[in-house]
């Protein structure tokens, strides 16, 4: 099975699934507004990580020498629908977070949503793998990375990044906006980190932190 | 009946690109316009000649909603959008109506009583000004901007080639949620629903009703980060 073992990823924003404090409430209507591709927050979300920049290891995977490439959505996309990630991706290369937005991949069969499973139900990488394809060329580059709004358990991102490495042999990085915790409360929302997304043998992926 | 006018930008504070590319210039309302900034607004939409059951589904699922504290949207037509509206005032919540006309019109007639109530406690709206002569694309128009007025949208009953689907689109389009009654997603002589489901459309049920409505992003305030 071609899937990566392992992937770095980056993330700036947290927000808590089930905590109740004001910060984590908050966290959540931030999650909201990103998913509905809210320009404004988006925007401020991109200022954020460019404050914060020289002082967190995000170069690893953003820098005006990198190809962003948006992950595609769990269903296909409607034409000219909205898409997030690629907003994202966008953002990034007018703040010279990104040298260009190379939108190559492609869903082309759907999978559940999985924010509406539960945890051991969710789509798996290898599902991800599947159903996702590379529908253009990507330009020759040094470094590329996957552009996501949420990351929860790293799947969409490791399947996607598998498919990225197995058709074009780039090994990608990877950035979600925003990583989910599942549980207990948030201290700031604005958290930038940089961590790692694993398989293991049963073919589940976990996302650190 | 005093009306006032807006940008939907204004009134739904901003829009993206893909919004912005079939919103209307101009909103004209009459009545609670505090209601587009309400924390969550579903439309609940479907056919005009809507079948009992469709017209108890329709009933049972508002109900539900109003308890969730949802602001209703439909758009005043025959069938399931009355109902819609009616069901919300008479469970103690608050409706929005979209309008295929003017303000200054009322369709079909025998709505007229439930449009100037809606203008004078709820909220209704067009983009159309008054006066403006309803065409053809008129309600396809006034679907899609339904869509954008909605964080999401709930169809109970709709056939092939029903108006409804406009709706449907657009919201998928918007990246905002769909979700198909259950007894609309099983009909097997409905090919639409399939379609949708495969660009992100979702079947609601009894059981995952609240789930999904307490998961869909609502109105959200850009100060929040």
């Known amino acids: 099975m071609p899937l990566l073992s392992k992937l770095q990823f980056g993330s700036a924003l947290v927000y808590s699934v089930r905590g109740e404090s004001e910060v984590s409430q908050r966290s959540k209507k931030v999650c909201h507004a990103i998913k509905r591709g809210q320009e404004a927050t988006l925007r401020r979300a991109v200022e954020h990580i460019l404050e914060r920049f020289d002082d967190t290891s995000l170069h690893n995977m953003l820098g005006s020498d990198v190809i962003l490439v948006p992950t595609p959505r769990s269903a296909l996309r409607v034409p000219g629908g909205l898409w997030v990630p690629e907003r994202i991706a966008e953002l990034l290369v007018e703040e010279g977070l990104g040298r260009d937005v190379i939108p190559c991949l492609e869903r082309h069969n759907k999978v559940s949503k999985a924010a509406r499973q539960s945890s051991g139900e969710r789509p798996t990488a290898e599902q991800h793998f599947e159903t996702i394809g ?3 060329q990507l330009t020759l580059a040094e470094r590329v990375t996957l552009i996501d709004d949420v ?16 058709d074009t042999g780039y090994a990608p990085c990877a950035f979600a906006l925003i990583r989910t915790m599942s549980s207990g409360d948030v201290d700031a929302i604005v958290s930038p980190c940089v961590g790692e997304i694993t398989l293991d043998t049963s073919g589940r992926t976990w996302r650190r932190p | 009946m005093r009306s006032d006018a807006a940008t939907p930008a204004a009134l739904l504070g901003g829009l993206n690109e893909t919004e912005r590319k079939n919103a209307p210039e101009l909103l004209y309302y009459s009545g609670e316009a505090t ?12 056919s005009r000649s809507v079948s009992t059951e469709g017209a108890r589904r329709t009933r049972a699922l508002v109900a539900r909603l109003v308890e969730l504290e949802i602001v209703i949207v439909s758009g005043l037509a025959k069938g399931v959008d009355s109902i819609a509206h009616e069901t919300a005032i008479a469970q103690g919540g608050k409706t929005i109506a979209v309008l295929g006309t003017p303000l200054d019109q009322f369709y079909p007639k ?3 009583a439930l449009q100037e109530r809606l203008m004078r406690d709820h909220l209704v709206v067009s983009q159309f000004p008054p006066g403006y002569p309803v065409q053809k694309n008129s309600f396809p128009m006034r679907n899609r901007t339904m869509a954008l007025l909605s964080d999401a949208t709930i169809i109970v009953e709709a056939g092939e080639k029903s108006g409804t689907l406009h709706q449907g689109w657009e919201a998928l389009r918007l990246g905002r949620p769909l979700f198909l009654l259950e007894s609309v997603a099983q009909n097997p002589s409905l090919t639409w629903p399939a379609k949708m489901m495969d660009y992100g459309a979702e079947v609601l049920t009894r059981h995952n009703l609240d789930d999904l409505i307490s998961e869909t992003p609502g109105f959200a305030h850009a100060a929040a980060l």
Do not use: D, P
């Open chain 2, 35 to 46: 209601l587009l900034r309400a924390e969550k607004r579903v439309s609940v939409v479907g």
């Open chain 2, 110 to 112: 025998e709505n007229r």
């Open chain 1, 151 to 166: 990351v929860t358990q790293g799947a969409t991102l490791l399947g996607a990044a598998s498919r990225l490495a197995t």
């Open chain 1, 134 to 136: 590379v529908s253009a």
